[in-house]
């Protein structure tokens, strides 16, 4: 029997995975071995295969996404024949097939020369099945549109949720509203370029939304590549005991290049710190225990790389656009709203 092994390393890419895992029929409370008198638990399995599990599960999601979205334009439909007192086929025979026109032959002979090196038979030959396959095709295309047209005016709320996972932050370094709603939970690096790439998108976003997200940055460093970021992440502490975390923060992402000693005291003093009292603090190592714990948090959440975020739990993969962020983002905010929606709703009955 083949013998399969897993091993975590630590990398600083654009890809890393991360997600909770809940094995079928067995709380993720309940130890799933024991050894020694030690209990190993499914969150345990995070740190040593996060990766494969956590593709797994995300694949899992995505079959979930695309079925439920069946469903619910095949119950929309439904709802809208019934209303009308037809069947499903007779709706669609009237809103949509009726509207679609024969294509004409100038369209079909077009078909025909896209793809004239695979067939063998005479345009006339294969033309009525050219001119069928087109009125296949938009009849497909409008269907979709007169569905999103019911859906757009039908009371639809989504509550399948995307795996997510709970992760701890410091409260002390969290850039924006400390109450907003949308919490964006970072693992990063400061000698990682994927890092610095996605903070001009993190910036955005708080700009963006404003109240509503916050930033929670946690120490992730890479330091069996990055021999550098583990004393850059304390000197952004030590930073912190006089109020600049946030702007030593960025200075270390807009310059990687220069992270040695010398020059992590020399940003110091450009941003007018106490340099005596930033200096004793870098040499006393004292938050390199909390920088650890950092990382050891990120490990239990499956974290293998940087960057990793976590959007209210939602594992987002590496240096991502935008757009990927304001998906997970709008996603929370709306499952928000229509919770607040249902609450008062059923405070009026």
């Known amino acids: 029997m083949r013998k399969t092994s897993f091993r975590t390393y630590a990398i600083c890419t654009g890809v890393v995975l991360a997600v909770t895992l809940t094995l079928f029929g067995q709380s993720d409370r309940e130890p799933i071995a024991m050894v020694a008198g030690q209990p190993i638990y499914t969150q345990d399995l995070m740190t040593v295969a996060g990766d494969r599990l956590a593709e797994l599960r995300n694949q899992e999601y995505k079959v979930e996404s695309e079925a439920l979205d069946v469903l619910i334009r095949r119950k929309i439909i439904e709802a809208e024949a019934k209303k009308r007192g037809v069947s499903v086929e007779e709706l669609l025979k009237v809103e949509v097939e009726s509207k679609i026109l024969e294509a004409s032959d100038d369209v079909a002979k077009g078909y025909f020369l896209a793809a004239h090196n695979q067939a063998s038979l005479s345009f006339e030959t294969l033309k009525p099945q ?73 910036k955005a976003l708080l700009a963006k939304y404003g109240e509503q997200v916050k930033l929670a940055f946690l120490d992730f460093p890479l330091s069996e590549i990055h021999s550098q970021a583990e004393k850059a992440a304390e000197a952004a502490r030590c930073a912190g005991e006089q ?61 293998t790389g940087t960057p990793a975020y976590f959007i209210n739990g939602v594992f987002l993969n590496g240096a991502q656009s935008q757009a990927e962020f304001e998906k997970i983002i709008d996603s929370v905010l709306a499952t928000r709203r229509n919770g607040d929606k249902a609450a008062r709703s059923s405070a009026l009955r």
């Open 130 to 202: 050219i001119k069928q396959f087109i009125r296949n095709a938009e009849i497909q295309q409008a269907r979709e549109k007169y569905e999103d047209l019911l859906r757009g005016k039908a009371n639809v709320s989504i509550l399948l949720q995307p795996p997510s996972v709970d992760v701890a932050y410091d409260s002390a370094r969290v850039l924006g509203n400390p109450n907003a709603p949308v919490t964006i939970v970072e693992f990063a690096d400061y000698q990682c370029p994927f890092c610095k790439k996605t903070e001009t998108t993190l």
């Open 243 to 303: 109020g600049q975390y946030w702007r030593y923060h960025d200075s270390l992402f807009e310059n990687q290049s220069t992270l040695d000693e010398v020059s992590l005291i020399s940003r110091a003093q450009r941003l007018h710190m106490d340099v005596g009292a930033f200096r004793t603090c870098l040499d006393s190592s004292k938050f390199i225990h909390d920088i650890q714990a950092n990382r050891e948090e990120g490990t239990k959440a499956g974290v």
